[in-house]
């Protein structure tokens, strides 16, 4: 089993950057792929970017490609979502979730694969 806490959502500026993580407990971290969703105000959650079991491979949805970026760090048992060039329209809560997927399946974009979920980390950004 995996518990899964993010932090790092804040207010901030257009144009600002910043990190999210995405903290792990748990002896098969390394066994899930990482998925980041995030969720605005009555909206539906929608996939940000997620990493494969091994940390070597990232995929992002085309609102955030070439801003946002996702690593990981399997002893520390964290995944980071950098974002850069923050807009308005990337305010939500942020969450983090865990799935593990077949052998040639590296992630899914499907919030309804992933077995376990973090709590969520707000992040404001104003105009």
């Known amino acids: 089993q995996v518990q899964l806490v993010e932090s790092g959502g804040r207010l901030v500026q257009a144009g600002d950057s910043m990190r999210l993580s995405c903290a792990a407990s748990?002896?098969?971290?390394?066994?899930?792929?990482i998925g980041w969703f995030r969720q605005g105000s009555g909206k539906e959650r929608k996939f940000v970017g997620a990493?494969?079991?091994?940390?070597?491979?990232?995929y992002y949805s085309d609102s955030v490609k070439g801003r946002f970026t996702i690593s990981g760090d399997n002893a520390a048992k964290t995944v980071y979502l950098q974002m850069n060039s923050l807009k308005p329209e990337d305010t939500a809560v942020y969450y983090c979730?865990?799935?593990?997927?077949?052998?040639?399946?590296?992630?899914?974009?499907?919030?309804?694969?992933?077995?376990?979920w973090g709590q969520g980390t707000q992040v404001t950004v104003s105009s």
């Open positions: 748990g002896r098969t971290f390394s066994m899930y792929a």
């Open positions: 990493i494969s079991s091994n940390r070597s491979s990232t």
């Open positions: 979730a865990a799935g593990s997927f077949p052998s040639g399946t590296p992630y899914s974009a499907y919030g309804g694969a992933y077995d376990y």
